[in-house]
């Protein structure tokens, strides 16, 4: 049974401002905001919580920073040593190129020993490894030289040699692989003594190699062979006419040492 004689809204008063001076004595603001000393703070910016140390990418839930692979290292550091596009370009207005090294194994920078082939006039040379490679070496006096195996003109400090592929003739048996005689443009003419020689159809009269033979400074040594076979030493060579404006390049040479290379029975095969 409630006693009517209390009054509750006073008591609900009463109540409050207890706990509101109780709140005042703690320094602690009351809950409306409105009654309780107030203290104002000044707010710092901060940055993110520094990163912990020896937590793992996956915990933190963030994606990791790309490494390179261990076998990609020096490939990112050779791009980086690389000239920046500013710099190529400046390189390139400039207008000076650097000097291509050489290769020391060349035999463009090699002086040729042509007295290695004195005894072998119309004779094979011996192969080592290699037909024209066998001649190669024998002009350098190593087989640790370099050179285009496919070239027809092979150039040395000191001299010019040429390779030169024959027909073979009716009497030897080359199992069906003997080409029509049309598709060896180098004939021999044994009225003249002389050669014909082509050069590749990329070759013009400004090509070096073409204006060392045309300038006639240099000796020319030409080495011949059935289509296949070991090379044959054919002596030297005098430039009689040269057809420089045609395609590709013609020459005709003079055969000095036809009368050694005659004496030859199987050298003489080959040129008549």
Request: net charge positive.
């Given at each position: 049974?409630?006693d009517?004689g209390?009054?509750f809204e006073?008591l609900?008063t009463e109540?409050i401002?207890s706990?509101q001076a109780l709140?005042?004595?703690?320094?602690i603001p009351?809950?409306?905001?409105t009654?309780?000393?107030?203290r104002?703070?000044k707010?710092?910016r901060?940055g993110p919580?520094?990163?912990?140390?020896?937590r793992?990418d996956r915990?933190l839930?963030?994606?990791?920073?790309?490494e390179?692979?261990?076998?990609d290292?020096?490939?990112?550091?050779s791009?980086?040593?690389?000239?920046?596009?500013?710099?190529?370009?400046?390189?390139?207005?400039?207008?000076?190129s650097?000097?291509?090294?050489a290769n020391?194994?060349s035999?463009?920078?090699r002086?040729?020993?042509?007295d290695?082939f004195?005894d072998?006039l119309?004779k094979?040379?011996p192969?080592?490894g290699?037909n024209?490679?066998?001649?190669?070496?024998?002009?350098a006096g190593t087989?640790?030289?370099s050179?285009?195996?496919?070239?027809?003109?092979i150039?040395?400090?000191?001299?010019?040699?040429?390779?030169?592929n024959?027909?073979?003739?009716?009497s030897?048996?080359?199992?069906?692989k003997r080409?029509?005689?049309?598709?060896y443009?180098n004939a021999?003419?044994?009225t003249?003594?002389?050669?014909?020689?082509?050069?590749?159809?990329?070759?013009h009269?400004?090509?070096?190699?073409i204006?060392?033979?045309?300038e006639k400074?240099?000796p020319?040594?030409?080495?011949c062979?059935y289509?296949?076979?070991q090379?044959?030493?054919f002596?030297?060579?005098?430039?009689?006419v040269s057809?420089?404006q045609?395609?590709?390049?013609?020459?005709t040479?003079?055969?000095?040492?036809?009368?050694?290379?005659?004496?030859?029975?199987?050298?003489?095969?080959m040129?008549?």
């Amino acid at each position: 049974m409630v006693d009517s004689g209390i009054d509750f809204e006073t008591l609900r008063t009463e109540r409050i401002r207890s706990n509101q001076a109780l709140l005042a004595s703690l320094d602690i603001p009351s809950i409306s905001g409105t009654n309780g000393p107030s203290r104002s703070r000044k707010r710092t910016r901060e940055g993110p919580p520094p990163r912990p140390s020896r937590r793992s990418d996956r915990i933190l839930g963030v994606t990791p920073p790309s490494e390179p692979l261990a076998d990609d290292i020096d490939d990112r550091i050779s791009r980086s040593e690389k000239p920046s596009k500013t710099q190529r370009t400046t390189t390139k207005r400039s207008g000076i190129s650097a000097p291509t090294e050489a290769n020391p194994k060349s035999t463009r920078i090699r002086i040729a020993k042509l007295d290695s082939f004195d005894d072998y006039l119309g004779k094979l040379i011996p192969a080592n490894g290699g037909n024209k490679a066998a001649v190669v070496a024998m002009g350098a006096g190593t087989s640790d030289i370099s050179f285009n195996k496919y070239a027809g003109i092979i150039e040395w400090t000191n001299c010019i040699f040429l390779f030169v592929n024959v027909p073979l003739p009716p009497s030897h048996d080359n199992k069906g692989k003997r080409a029509p005689a049309s598709s060896y443009e180098n004939a021999f003419s044994t009225t003249e003594r002389t050669v014909s020689f082509f050069g590749k159809p990329s070759q013009h009269s400004e090509t070096p190699v073409i204006q060392r033979i045309v300038e006639k400074k240099d000796p020319v040594l030409l080495f011949c062979r059935y289509e296949g076979q070991q090379y044959r030493f054919f002596g030297r060579l005098e430039l009689v006419v040269s057809s420089l404006q045609q395609s590709p390049i013609a020459f005709t040479f003079r055969m000095l040492d036809w009368s050694a290379i005659e004496a030859q029975p199987d050298a003489k095969e080959m040129i008549y």
